[in-house]
């Protein structure tokens, strides 16, 4: 990913021939977002003020006042997103990117969402975990007629509890969601000057991202709408490691990060080097008495989660999903594990007949991560990412949190890898070698140890 | 009857017995001059009847068998070296005297008799001839020399169908050798599946289930192998049949590939008129037919005539008490008398025999058209599947398995998926042999139909399309 282009500004450009100009002579214009980088936090230029959140690998939508109403407009549409470079996935989203645009208001704010259905069938959305008029919750054939093709549908509410929320469709959800289709929503508290709210904390960086999975077979571009579990992108905002933007802070700040999971699975998400409390849930705050440290926490299908933290340990800290398919790349859940086979007198062989073959597995698949062997178009690769030290051997749900005592506030940027303070690595043993290693396996291979020899006749040299 | 006189009867007939010499090579010239362009485009001779170039013969075949055998070669030995065709050739020499002795005026007869009583002694002399047979003999003659042409034509079709199906053992036994090349490659790399999963099995990362589905692959692959390489050395005895050979001569090396698809396919246009025109069983039907008709024409003057004898009497009476001779000399002409068989028989015969001929002739036309026509059918068919198979389908599979090689680098497919597709891909090359193997058979049948005789069965196109294997993906 491109991070110098980070501060290019916001990389929106208005939709012009798209929509027809006397259809939508009424409407805000809808905002295109065509970059997939990570767009600086939006401070709002009218309404009232709020911290603005850093959606990771995604933007936030602006919006105009009209007659003390926030009016936003939201396009639904097949979009081309880059997942990562060089590899591109067709998706459905909202205003040329999967996710959609982050929506932000404020405790209060009256807001009017235009949604305009540019998808090949009708579409709704759902508000997720907002207080709403029944009419307004997006649930097709419950609440509302679905917005067929062409159609512009009003949702109109007041933003009544501060929190993390998330917004998808209610109509043909299996589909639309596994082609893309979600977005962020945080409503900040209404805090006057200086005042602040009980239960939430004023952080100085604020990260939100969505978890979403594809099923994206090698070689193709479309999501297997289908599959229910054998996902193979795992996705932050629709990005894999290491395409995800890193999460950056200045030694000290608090950061909060919002994390919503709208895969079909549960994602524990760890951060190294830090504790943090949650301190939110799509519920609303977490009051403090009930918040207690954790270094992962399990975002449920369909949870959001908020954390906070002091980010007091300077380093470049991982910050992943726990599920270790989940930070991987396209993988054949299917090949059977090679470790320990003696390919010896077979590779000739098989060279022969499949002259590009090299052997793999081996010894394990970290192979994968340090060979670089031609794969089909358009395939994320299994392992894929280095760092200061090497291969990472990483892809998926995985990026990290940059602690660094001299980012300035309010710079996102990256700030490359981190110098290790001398003495503060692991690093090698040169002393005396380890005494004489026992076999690396005393028994039988393909036997459990102890096991009752089965050629026991044989092995005991009995006469017959 | 004046001595001139006698003798110019004579010289008429050694005139016309004189074009029945038999041919001093037994036609093999004629059977060499229509089967020229007939044998597929290869200049072949025929076994000569004269000893040496027999044996200059035996010398080029060593020199043909000692490369790797080129269809042409094997033309060329099989027509100068099959036994069959030795035979056949023969009894058309044997024919050719049949012929000669056929149309041979029959020798006179002389009668001799001395008779005595007690007066006399009568001496008898007569010289008697068939008449009918001289009257005969233009049409006689003329019928023998069309029967010849029909068995020469005859032995013609059998040379360039000895060609053809000379053509067509070399081509399959060509190409079963390839195929049993490819079976080879198939069993490899089910061999070394086999190995590598025992190996997995042995440490544990496979179950025996696993290992028994890889085991199975392999024993299918042996026994295809096994059957590949049975038709491989069967498909060699044949052409061996056809060349004639055994012993060490029957060591021969094949060519190792057929030869390459044509670029632009023989055009449909014209293919009956020039099978009615040029083919050898058309040609002889004809001649039959025209045989018939002069035999008519015979018939006829048989019929009324029967056999007409002539004979010429001299006798001599001698007085045996005097001595005193008396010489009776004159013409005996021996006329049967048309009184119960008036030739109808005979002519009914002849006429049904030319209607025969006619319906014959016809129904070889009516055939030769169909042939022609069904054998460009699947020729053009057989071109088009050969082309697809070799210009689509192997490329096909060759990108299929590169493409799991991707995959199996991307660690996405096992090494036995990669495999199973190279089986896949060499099945491929294998029904892509196997395609062009039948246009070539095609073409053959094309060539003879067009040009020589009735392919008889034509050749199918069944092997070509074969279902190619399913790999069995893990
Ligand atoms: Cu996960």
Redesign the interface.
């Known amino acids: 990913m491109n991070r110098r282009n980070f501060f290019s500004g916001a990389a929106t450009a208005v939709a012009a021939a798209s929509v027809s100009r006397v259809a939508l002579a009424a409407l805000p214009e809808p905002a295109l977002q065509t970059s997939a980088d990570t767009a600086p936090p939006l401070h709002p230029p009218t309404g009232r003020p709020y911290n603005p959140v850093v959606t990771l690998n995604g933007w936030t939508a602006p919006w105009r006042m009209n007659a003390g109403v926030k009016e936003f407009h939201l396009v639904a549409e097949p979009v081309v997103r880059e997942v990562a470079p060089g590899f591109v996935v067709n998706m459905w989203g909202y205003n040329g990117q999967s996710p959609g645009p982050t929506i932000e208001v404020v405790e209060g704010d009256r807001v009017r969402i235009f949604v305009t259905n540019r998808l090949p069938e009708h579409t709704t959305i759902h508000w997720h975990g907002q207080r709403l008029p029944n009419g307004m919750d997006g649930v097709g054939g419950l609440n509302q007629p679905g917005i067929q093709p062409g159609k512009t549908f009003v949702y109109e509410f007041e933003a009544r509890r501060p929190g993390t929320f998330m917004y998808h469709p209610h109509a043909d959800e299996m589909v639309q969601m596994a082609m893309g289709m979600m977005g962020l929503w945080i409503t900040h508290p209404n805090v006057g000057k200086g005042a602040a709210h009980p239960h939430i904390a004023k952080v100085q960086r604020d990260y939100a991202f969505l978890l979403n999975a594809f099923d994206v077979e090698?070689?193709s571009l479309t999501p297997k709408v289908n599959t229910m579990l054998d996902h193979n992108i795992w996705c932050f905002n629709s990005r894999v490691f290491p395409a995800i933007s890193p999460l950056v802070a200045r030694q000290g700040e608090r950061v909060r990060i919002r994390v919503g999971n709208l895969t079909m699975t549960n994602h524990p998400i760890h951060l190294h080097g830090h504790e943090f409390e949650v301190t939110g849930t799509d519920g609303g705050p977490v009051p403090k008495s009930a918040r207690w440290p954790e270094v992962t926490t399990d975002v449920a299908v369909g949870q959001m989660r908020q954390v906070d933290f002091i980010a007091d340990e300077p380093g470049d800290w991982a910050l992943h999903c726990h599920k270790s398919h989940h930070t991987m790349g396209?993988?054949?859940h299917?090949?059977?594990?090679?470790?320990?086979?003696?390919?010896r007198g077979?590779v000739g062989?098989?060279q022969?007949?499949?002259p590009?073959?090299?052997v793999?597995?081996e010894r394990g698949?970290a192979d994968?991560g340090a060979?670089e062997?031609?794969?089909?178009d358009n395939?994320f690769?299994?392992m894929t990412g280095t760092g200061p030290f090497g291969p990472l051997e990483m892809g998926g749900m995985f990026t990290t949190l940059k602690v660094r005592a001299d980012q300035r506030a309010g710079d996102y940027r990256d700030p490359g890898d981190f110098k290790q303070p001398p003495g503060t690595q692991a690093y090698e043993w040169t002393g005396a070698p380890a005494s004489t290693p026992r076999p690396a396996r005393t028994d039988t291979?393909?036997t459990a140890p102890g096991a009752a020899n089965a050629r026991k006749p044989a092995a005991s040299g009995h006469p017959h | 009857m004046s001595a001139i006189h006698r003798l110019s009867l004579l010289g008429a007939v050694a005139f016309l017995a004189g074009c029945a010499s038999v041919s001093p090579d037994g036609l093999r010239g004629d059977v060499a001059a229509l089967t020229a362009g007939r044998t597929g485009g290869v200049q072949a001779a025929l076994p000569a009847a004269d000893p040496a170039a027999r044996a200059q013969a035996q010398q080029s075949i060593q020199g043909w068998l000692a490369q790797p055998l080129t269809q042409d070669a094997a033309v060329r030995i099989a027509l100068l070296n099959n036994p069959g065709l030795h035979a056949r050739l023969a009894a058309l020499g044997v024919a050719d005297a049949e012929r000669v002795q056929a149309i041979t005026l029959p020798n006179p007869h002389l009668a001799l008799g001395r008779f005595t009583n007690s007066q006399e002694r009568e001496i008898e002399r007569t010289l008697s001839f068939s008449l009918l047979d001289l009257v005969t003999l233009p049409w006689r003659t003329a019928r023998q020399a069309e029967r010849m042409q029909v068995a020469t034509l005859q032995t013609a079709q059998e040379v360039v169908t000895l060609a053809s199906d000379t053509r067509r053992a070399w081509l399959r036994a060509v190409a079963a050798e390839q195929v049993a090349a490819a079976h080879e490659r198939m069993a490899e790399a089910a061999e070394t599946g086999a190995e590598l999963a025992r190996r997995m099995a042995r440490v544990g990362n496979w179950s025996r289930l696993q290992l028994a589905r890889e085991q199975a692959v392999l024993h299918e692959t042996r026994a295809q192998l096994a059957r590949a390489r049975l038709a491989a050395a069967t498909e060699r005895e044949q052409l061996s049949r056809r060349l004639g050979v055994w012993g060490l001569q029957a060591q021969y090396r094949l060519a190792d590939q057929l030869p390459a698809l044509p670029a632009t396919a023989l055009p449909a246009d014209g293919i009956e008129a020039t099978a009615l025109r040029e083919r050898l069983d058309v040609q002889a039907a004809r001649r039959q037919l025209d045989t018939q008709a002069i035999r008519q024409g015979w018939s006829r003057v048989g019929a009324v005539f029967g056999d007409i004898g002539l004979a010429y009497t001299r006798n001599t009476t001698t007085e045996r008490a005097t001595g005193e001779r008396d010489v009776k000399r004159g013409w005996e002409l021996d006329l049967p008398l048309p009184l119960f068989d008036w030739g109808g028989a005979a002519r009914t015969r002849a006429q049904a025999e030319v209607e025969q001929s006619a319906a014959q002739l016809q129904d070889t036309a009516v055939r030769a058209r169909s042939e022609v026509r069904s054998a460009w059918r699947t020729y053009r068919t057989a071109l088009d599947l050969a082309r697809q198979q070799q210009g689509e389908v192997v490329p096909l599979r060759q990108f299929i398995s590169d493409e799991t090689t991707l995959r199996y680098n991307g660690m996405l497919a096992s090494v036995w998926e990669l495999l199973a597709e190279a089986r896949a891909s060499t099945q491929a090359v294998a029904n892509a042999i196997e395609a062009q193997r039948d246009f070539w058979l095609a073409e053959t049948d094309l060539q003879l139909a067009l040009t020589g005789t009735s392919p008889g069965a034509l050749q199918g196109l069944t092997s070509g399309a074969a279902a190619t294997t399913t790999p069995q993906g893990h």
């Open positions: 090698p070689g396209a993988m054949g299917s090949v059977p594990t090679m470790i320990g086979v003696d390919h077979l062989k098989i022969k007949i499949v590009d073959y090299m793999m597995g698949m994968m060979m062997m031609p794969l089909p395939t690769p299994m291979p393909g």
